[in-house]
């Protein structure tokens, strides 16, 4: 290889150091950028999450490990209906109820001619 073409080939990778050098130079600025946004987020993300640690623990007061009543409760709990026993409704087949009639229980008759003797 002659003088030439060393010259030209330390020119042209001082040229490649140059760029190589401003492509770093920017990589680390953006890199810096990054490193702040990410601490910026960590910091969020822990108010978040003692925000989230208030608000699980709010929910998991109510009206039956509290004094709250029960029309402060923010979540209610859903009651399931029982499944069907596949029995008809109502009582005895044949049954027929006579209703009531006083003096059938002999308490509160004894009870009621005590106190009509007395008025």
């Known amino acids: 290889m002659n003088s030439k073409s060393l ?3 330390l020119l042209a990778l001082k040229h490649e150091l140059h ?3 401003g492509v770093n130079h920017e990589q680390g600025l953006k890199i810096a950028e990054l490193l702040q946004e990410n601490n910026k987020l960590a910091r969020e ?3 978040l999450q003692k925000q989230l640690i ?7 007061i109510n009206s039956t490990n509290s004094g709250l009543p ?7 709990i ?7 026993s596949g029995r008809s409704p109502g009582g005895q087949p ?15 008759s004894a ?6 003797m007395w008025n």
């Open 78 to 84: 859903e009651r399931r209906s029982k499944p069907s």
């Open 7 to 9: 010259e030209a080939e």
């Open 45 to 47: 993300n822990k108010n």
């Open 54 to 60: 208030k608000l699980q623990d709010k929910l998991n």
């Open 94 to 108: 044949d049954y027929k109820y006579k209703g009531y009639e006083p003096g059938q229980n002999s308490k509160c």
């Open 111 to 116: 009870r009621r001619n005590v106190l009509l």
């Open 19 to 21: 760029q190589l050098r």
């Open 70 to 76: 029960t029309s402060k409760d923010v979540y209610r």
